[in-house]
């Protein structure tokens, strides 16, 4: 695959996924889940932001909202104000609601730009993920945090049968480097085979992860993390850790299933193209592989506020909800 080389000053402490299906409404199209993206927003305020409190946040998104007769303007506020600092973390999120009904409705993720029903489906596939994209930052800048939107597509990423092959993040180092917290996103690229295809966010951080290596990385989805069978089933098992092997397979460690030779079973919605939980729990081993411990919780909960604060590398705490993947040796 082609990329340049990777040098960087700031070390990034925590890449973040934000799943779609926890900060959007999965069952109307194209809708945000406000609630939830202001509080997720808020965790990463006080998990990053240094000396931050919610008295003292200084909002970055100074754009007209809807129902206001003119935009907010918070200029005065930092004349007095000393320059903030944050850790250096990455966002990268789902579509969610956005773009996976557009993107299945024309096939974008099959292939063939010849196809006029393709060629506008990329269109609408990446003008319904920008438009979260762009609310997304919005919300992070409302809690004072300098969000800046990035696109695979417009950042010249590409794949060769849905593989990988060309990933600049020159500029994704340097917003890191000036301060940025970059905010990516699944996104329709072009396929030098297929012509074009879908892009998912969970293969995105394993790429970025193998290149900036952060202390650690952070799923926040809509379920406590990876049960055993698909969650809405009787008896469905929360798995709290998940061991990593060299070759890159895993096996559950905590708790005990009473039956092992059952293999864990997933889940995908149809109009999922970019693999669901099936992709997400792959991409996480292949991250804990280069040891970097993985956590997989519920977003908006008192359990990702600890998984984002880093204090699980110290040890996993029994009232901890979620799924550690890490790295056996």
Not at 42 to 60: C, E, K, P
Not at 284 to 298: E, N
Request: aromatic share 6%; glycine share 8%; proline share 4%.
């Amino acid at each position: 695959m082609e990329q340049k080389e990777t040098c960087f000053a700031k070390r990034v402490r925590c890449i973040v996924k934000l799943g779609g299906a926890a900060i959007t409404s999965k069952h109307k199209l194209e809708t945000i889940d406000e609630e939830n993206l202001k509080e997720v927003s808020s965790h990463l305020r006080q998990a990053f932001v240094l000396d931050s409190t919610s008295a003292n946040v200084l909002g970055m998104d100074w754009s007209r909202r809807p129902g206001q007769s003119e935009a907010p303007s918070f200029v005065d506020d930092f004349s007095d104000q000393p320059a903030g600092d944050s850790e250096s973390f990455i966002v990268v999120h789902g579509a969610g609601s956005f773009g996976h009904f557009q993107a299945s409705k024309s096939g974008v993720h099959k292939g063939g730009l010849s196809r006029p029903l393709v060629k506008a489906g990329f269109v609408a596939t990446r003008i319904s993920v920008t438009t979260l994209n762009l609310e997304i930052v919005r919300a992070l800048a409302r809690e004072g945090i300098p969000s800046i939107g990035m696109s695979p597509f417009s950042c010249g990423w590409s794949t060769c049968q849905r593989n990988m092959t060309k990933a600049d993040i020159s500029m994704v180092i340097k917003a890191i480097d000036y301060g940025f917290i970059p905010v990516l996103h699944g996104d329709a690229v072009l396929d030098t085979l297929q012509e074009c295809t879908i892009l998912s966010g969970d293969v995105i951080i394993r790429h970025l992860a193998a290149e900036l290596k952060p202390e650690f990385v952070v799923f926040l989805t809509d379920v406590l993390g990876v049960y055993d069978r698909p969650p809405a089933e009787p008896g469905a098992v929360l798995i709290q850790e998940i061991a990593v092997r060299e070759d890159g397979s895993w096996s559950v460690v905590k708790p005990k299933l009473e039956d092992t030779s059952k293999p864990v079973e997933f889940t995908v919605a149809a109009h999922d193209t970019t693999g669901g939980m099936v992709t997400k729990i792959t991409e996480a081993a292949m991250i804990a592989k280069l040891g970097i411990d993985v956590y997989i919780t519920k977003a908006a909960t008192d359990h990702s506020v600890k998984a984002l604060s880093g204090i699980l590398k110290g040890g996993i705490p029994d009232d901890w909800l979620g799924t550690a993947i890490r790295y056996m040796g």
